[in-house]
């Protein structure tokens, strides 16, 4: 900690660096999605998001960059990671550029039944065309509500349940890939005894 001014330690401005011609001062570079998961060595990405540790100085070090690719996974890297992996001058950039907007993921609800004892069976079909479509059930019996989050295989999803005796509300949806929004295939009910 300094108490006094030192003439020699004061900050000042590098104007050698933005002038002169220096061709890193101001510097961009540009990817596709695919070329982006290509150098990054996964499928093509779908969205980015920029979390954690970004520096007073605009560096990207230690910052928390994740890309989710178009199967849904979600792969994370640091700056400097990036930097490496895409050939950038520094760790200071920023991401911008085009949005890509999900699509609707769709699908049918088939079945919602009792079956055997203190099970309930669900079964349809679904499908997202940006990823591996999530089936999301939430079940209602006695007013107590139980979440269920499971993938579909195939385009057809088929779960059996634990359920209490009493009377059902199931209601199934879709979740999209990657903003999680549901797509609701439709409710049903059911006795199970």
């Known amino acids: 900690m300094w108490w006094a001014t030192t003439p020699y330690l004061r900050s000042v401005g590098d104007t050698a660096d933005s002038g002169c011609g220096n061709p890193r001062f101001r510097w961009s570079r540009s990817f596709t999605a695919s070329q982006l998961g290509a150098k990054l060595k996964i499928p093509t990405v779908r969205s980015i998001t920029v979390g954690g540790n970004l520096g007073t100085s605009g560096r990207t070090d230690k910052a928390a960059i994740t890309f989710t690719d178009v ?3 979600r792969h ?3 700056g400097a990671q990036l930097r490496s992996a895409l050939g950038l001058y520094s760790t200071k950039f920023t991401i911008s550029g085009a949005t890509t907007t999900s699509r609707a993921p ?3 609800l088939g079945v919602v039944r009792a079956h055997d004892r203190r099970t ?3 079964a349809g079909r679904a499908a997202d065309p940006d990823g591996t479509p999530r089936v999301f059930v939430a079940d209602v019996v006695n007013g107590r509500t139980r979440w269920y989050v499971f993938n579909s295989a195939g385009g057809n999803f088929l779960a059996a349940l634990p359920a209490d005796p009493g009377e059902h509300t199931t209601c199934v ?7 999680g929004t549901a797509t609701t295939l439709g409710c049903r009910s059911t006795v199970v005894k």
């Open 71 to 73: 199967k849904g996974a």
């Open 76 to 78: 994370t890297f640091t």
């Open 106 to 108: 769709s699908g049918t």
């Open 120 to 122: 309930i069976l669900v």
């Open 173 to 179: 949806a879709v979740l999209d890939t990657p903003s």
